[in-house]
């Protein structure tokens, strides 16, 4: 019995995000803690930690590395701020870039923690078929050979944190390979 108390105890205590990546999540490490609630905009630290992680996937399947870009981050944040303020979470209508979004509820992500939820979908990527199993569009996005500029944004309210990035070329056109 006391093995199913444990069971329950620890099942209660999941995050949304641990609940939507529960493959992998805690390999990306502790998010940030802070004593406020989280700052909206990508802090300087943010924005090259996002970079970083997205380089180092890229990297893995021999791309180039991408470069930020002020206005995709401005872009990224506008989007980003939207969300929170309006309660929703959905892609930029008629949007000119590649986007990928991140949502977590009742605790903080890190950049790491964000890249790597999405970085996690490799492995529903298929290059040999050029397919997904499952969702894999945010990971395919990230290693667009193509996409050359990357900019991100964050806003929090109310334990909830939203970030979006933007790709320029943008990603996953049907018809074509990523790498």
């Known amino acids: 019995m006391r093995g199913v108390a444990a069971v329950a105890l620890l099942f209660l205590n999941l995050t949304t995000a641990l609940a939507q990546y529960p493959y992998g999540y805690p390999n990306y490490g502790q998010p940030y803690r802070q004593t406020g609630p989280a700052p909206n905009g990508p802090r300087e630290a943010y924005a090259a930690e996002l970079l970083r992680d997205q380089n180092e996937v890229r990297a893995q399947v021999g791309v180039p590395p991408l470069a930020w870009s002020r206005q995709l981050a401005a872009a990224a944040q506008d989007w980003a701020d939207h969300l929170i303020r309006t309660g929703r979470f959905g892609h930029t209508p008629n949007d000119p870039y590649g986007e990928n979004l991140y949502e ?3 605790g903080t992500a890190s950049p790491d923690q964000v ?3 999405w970085a996690d979908e490799a492995r529903d990527y298929d290059i040999r078929t050029n397919r997904c199993t499952s969702v894999c569009g945010h990971y395919t996005q990230i290693v667009w050979r193509a996409t050359r500029w990357v900019g991100c944004g964050v806003a929090a309210a109310a334990g909830q944190e939203i970030w979006v990035c933007e790709y ?7 018809g074509y390979r990523p790498y």
């Open 104 to 106: 977590i509820t009742g």
């Open 115 to 117: 890249v790597g939820a």
């Open 168 to 174: 320029d070329p943008p990603g996953n056109v049907i």
